[in-house]
């Protein structure tokens, strides 16, 4: 408990007084601020059109979209210099043990993936609210609630795949550019295989990107978005949607941030600092 | 069979292998409580990469160590509470304040802020404390890692060439510390490439090159132990090359008088023989009276800052 204190305390400082934690979070602020404003003004005649709890869509699936990806930036930013500018050595040499410095990047992780959770909810669902008629239906759904739960999830496992691109590239740039161009790199990738092969696209929703895309897929959460989707795909001459169930994929989001922490952990005891 | 005081730092065969390159190589040596330990050596003949192993930042690829009788991982975290170390440069996070980064250190090191306070006025670093570790100039720099060092009231304290880039008004300063630390009865162990700073502060003394060690003991016996010697060939550039590539060569320098080498052992014949097997025939051999200090101390007097690439492959520019 103590070793946890001291590590709570060591990355307080260091968050304290991070230029990289202000822009980040400060630029995802702004895109929520931004998207509110907008929604607001399209619905400045028709106040029903961005009210709760319909509203938790858009607000899930846009703003709350690019969360996972600055939350993955932002760790990177928050763990990489750390190798550069040797200062995960001189903790060591100062008395942590090697996977305690990483015990503590954990930490920062859960303490900014629960910010990024809060800001488009506070501001989107703030901005939402007074268009709303409590009276009428519940602010918040099951529905919502699954979507919330799934964007938690994506979070999760965004910052722990940049937790690992960190800990593996230990240099903020080239970890940066590996861990945006991966997510392109699968989306392409996944893209070319449906063209050659269309019954993969249920395996290739199984990948990180896959799961995290599908996470935020407004149709796996919601049945009247799921009904309209599927009867537009019908005019085109297309079957229905084929999703997996929404446990599986969280479990799959689950697995796949077990894994890149621990080879975090494995590649910290492992290698030289 | 036990000593009647353990030891600080005891290594067996050490050695570290990195792909190709072999930076350390089967070192082995004790250093006792209150002794200045001089780790000597040129540039890349693997001090920081020892020093490394100790702090535990670096795998051994073989041997062993104990760090207060300490070997187990998890009593080498105990041990490590004792010990105070930077290594090669001051590592810090160059947008906190000087005071922050102590803080951290301090925070890991378990020591309050009352002490941060007085590390900093040991170093003269008080008044500058709260400003940015970036803003800093390489002295203060050093500084900072100093008092980070002393934090935690090391009964041992590992500096890993201390002195490296500071003016000779910055050497004085840590060399100052340094002797404060000895005298509180602090065990140190320094690395350097400059010969004359470990003379001037040490007890003790380790000579390495290409990871290995060369010689060992009080700095008295190892400088006695020495055998330097005067050779002259036709090609003296060859000659530094083919001397510098000599494993029993400790240092070497050319003076306009021939090529002075320092060596591990006397035995000239072998030194004569390796060199005629590559081809250098020497014009002249011959033992030096002038002892290796002598010959060092020479070489300080031109230029104080002069690096050990230069002292020990002694190639005058
Ligand atoms: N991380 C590393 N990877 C590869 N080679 C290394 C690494 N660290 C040190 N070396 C090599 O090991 C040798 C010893 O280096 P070092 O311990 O830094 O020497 P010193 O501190 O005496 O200058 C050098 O040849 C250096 O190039
Ligand atoms: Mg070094």
Redesign the pocket.
Known sequence: MTRLRILARVEAIKIRRSRSFLVVLGLFILINVFFTLTSLRAAANNPFLFALPDAWQSILEIPAGLGPLLAGVLTILLVAPEFTWKTARQSVIDGLGKGEFLLGKLLVLAAILPVFFAIPLLIGGGGALPGSDAGQAPLIRSEDLGYMFAYAMRLVLFGSAALFVAVLIRASGPAMGVFLLYWLLETIVSEAIQVMWRGAEGVLRFLPGGVSDTLNDTNLHYANELAWTNASRAERGLGPLELPEPWMLLLAAALYSALFVGLSFHLVRRR?L | MTTARTAVIDTHGLSKR??G?L?VDQVSFTVEPGQVFGFL?P????????IGMLMGIIRPTAGSFRLFGAGAPRELLAARARVGATLETPNFHPHLSGRDNLGIAAAIKGVGAARIEECLEIVGLRDRGKHRFRTYSLGMKQRLALAATMLNDPELVVLDEPANGLDPQGMKEVRDIIRILADRGKTIFL?SHLLWEVERMCTHVAIVRK?RIMASGTVAEVVASETAALLRADDTDALVAALEDYDGAISVRATGDGVLVGLASDDLAALNRHLAGLGIHLSHLARQRRSLEDAFMELTRDDGAESMTEIATGVDS
């Not at chain 2, 540039?43 to 020892?50: I, Q, R």
């Open positions: 030289d | 990195f792909g390159v930076a050596g540039n890349g003949s693997g001090k920081t990469t020892t690395s990871g």
